[in-house]
């Protein structure tokens, strides 16, 4: 996307999430303008790699963006910190009245997954893009969704251990309980449960999902294949590695031979199951962390998007 205006934007969390963001920002010819980027840590690579790609940049977190003197064109903070450090960065936030975009799962603002619901939370002060794995399955889920209902969704996402830093290490219980509120608010899934893997293999693994999804009755099957094939092209055009590993499968349960489903008992009915894998555009760590691209090129789109909309509408402000 080429455009005309500039939306400068920064960046809190000059780790893995946080520098893969900047450089997809910084490769990219649209809207937004990486001018400062925020850490706490003055040796981190993140902020030695901001400092030779020539963006501003500060060891003293959020107070330290503040103080700079680019904080005063910023339209809007990305956070890539930690749930715990968000939930801190956003009561600093807030009152200056910048627009954040919230990569961590603490689930402050509205859930944002691009492919299924960008238009609706435009102009939310604080914006969560859920998980990975959320960004990755959810909306799987919508498109089975979109042909039959889900009772039950189950999505299981594997990441190599190398891509994971210590904020995603810090926040597994929140991608669990954030990932599953997604597939149930966004995904329109009535029951959902995620699991998280850190796959330690070396070499490392691609990222890889699986999502389950309990549908009534013996739907048809064409159409929720259809409905599958047709979301996972409209992700891959923002996240370019995203495909379908294999064909959606199907299972059909009877009354006579049910599922046993520990939390709700039996079930009869079908079990559609997909599995996904993403390659990584290794814009910061090698090509199989797509679990970095899927979070940050779903927050860059959607900034992108809210640029677009600001421009629109309010202008230059705020
Ligand atoms: N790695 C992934 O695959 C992935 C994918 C999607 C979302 N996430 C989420 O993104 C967040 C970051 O994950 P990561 O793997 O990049 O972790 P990381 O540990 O590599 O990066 C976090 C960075 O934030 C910095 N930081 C911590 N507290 C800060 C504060 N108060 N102010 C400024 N900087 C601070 C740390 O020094 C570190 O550089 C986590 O919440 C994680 O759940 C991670």
Known sequence: ?????????AIIGSGNIGTDLMIKILRSDGPLEVVAMVGIDPSSDGLARATRLGVATTAEGVDGLLAMDEFADVRLVFDATSAGAHRANWSTLKPTGVRVLDLTPASIGPFCVPVVNLDEHL???????????????????????????????????SISSKSAGPGTRANIDEFTETTAAALRDVGGAQRAKAVMILNPADPPILMRNTVYCLVDGDTEHTAIEASITDMVERVNAYVPGYR????VQFETFTAE??????ETGKFSGTRVTTMLEVTGAAHYLPAYAGNL?????????????????????????R
Not at 257 to 262: M, V
């Open 1 to 9: 996307m080429t455009t005309t205006h500039r939306y400068p934007v």
């Open 123 to 157: 102009d939310a002060p604080n914006l969560n893009m859920v998980t990975c794995g959320g960004q990755a399955t959810v909306p799987i889920a919508a498109a089975v969704g979109a042909v039959a209902p889900v009772s039950y969704a189950e999505i299981i996402s």
């Open 244 to 247: 379908l590993k294999q064909r």
């Open 257 to 262: 031979n049910p599922l046993y489903i520990p």
């Open 293 to 317: 691209d899927i979070m940050t090129s779903a927050a860059k789109a959607t900034a992108e998007r809210i640029a677009v909309h600001a421009a629109q509408t309010t202008g230059a402000t």
